[in-house]
């Protein structure tokens, strides 16, 4: 049996830069961080021939063509099995939908897993462009590289996407105590909203390749305040990165009118009113995790809880997608 597990992510600046409609033109840049919340895969093989597949939904099929999962089904087409007889399970500490990245997450996992399976090690660069490519150019979905690298790379890293499609991956290099006092003011609290970002990814991609100058412009300034909040917590300025999490979260909201709603309006002003420095939805938007940056924590956390969210509690990791029995 082989059990890989790989991490959940959070943007910390510069979000959405990492669509090729975006950055095949005018290049992207992002930071996020991996946390300690995983989707985990097991590979084995079964007793009787067959794919045996079990995620929310139980799959049995003969031939990799009726597999219904799409990510399963191209992953294992991938790898080219020529008698079928595997089980795949798969599970993860926070839903799907979330906004945490967990699509590019689950690639990640498989294909570690299934490459383990082979006897074939992967390291983090040629996992992450596989899963881009399963993802990106085999099922055509509107989606950036963010969540692949991350989830296959871990810790909390500087992501810089080049026009020629190549991604320079490198640690931000901060002080020891930045990184814990970032760790320690940077909350998720769960809207109970669980979306497709598909709609909103599809608008700004569509608008991107129409060379939509709202969307340009928005997403220009997005990149500059990932750029300032790398410098910032660079020279250990932690609550400067907090404010520019306010500015970014209103810049984002202007790219879609599906980004947010009045419901978690009322929430982020609660926050702003309650100690948070800064935050923003995780992810493309519409719901999932509203992420804040607050010194003053007991304060939010009391009000969060009261107006019925649930706190979700992490700290950043910094092992990525990893085989943990294999």
Known sequence: ????????????????????????????????????????????????????????????????????????????RMLDFKTPQIEITTLADIPSGTGLGSSGSFTT???????????????????????CKIEMDIL???????????????????LEFNQDDSVKVYPLAIKM??????????????????????????????????????????????????????????????????ALLHEHWIHKRKRSSGMSNPQIDEWYELGIKNGALGGKLVGAGGGGFLMFYAEDRNRLRHAMIKAGLDEVRFHFDFEGTKTLIG
């Open 140 to 158: 055509k979905e509107p989606i950036g590289k963010q969540d692949q690298y991350i989830a296959a790379y871990g810790g909390v890293t500087c």
């Open 109 to 131: 996992a498989l294909l570690k897993a299934l490459f383990a399976h082979r006897h074939r090690l992967l390291l983090p660069d040629e996992l992450a462009r596989l899963a």
């Open 1 to 76: 049996m082989i059990i890989t597990r790989s991490p959940l992510r959070i943007s910390l600046g510069g979000g959405g830069t990492d669509l090729p409609s975006y950055y095949q033109s005018y290049g992207g840049f992002l930071i996020a961080a991996a946390i300690d919340k995983y989707v985990y895969v097991t590979v084995m093989r079964p007793f009787t021939p067959g794919i045996f597949l079990k995620y929310s939904s139980l799959e049995k099929a003969q031939a990799v063509d009726e597999i219904q999962h799409p990510i399963m089904r191209e992953t294992i």
């Open 177 to 242: 105590d930045t990184l814990f006092e970032l760790e320690d003011n940077l909350m998720l609290f769960f809207t109970g909203y669980s979306r497709n970002a598909s709609s909103i990814l599809s608008d700004q991609n569509r608008r991107s390749k129409e060379l939509d100058q709202v969307m340009l412009s928005n997403l220009h300034y997005v990149k500059e305040l990932g750029l300032r909040s790398k410098d910032a917590l660079l020279a250990g300025h932690v609550s400067e990165f907090g």
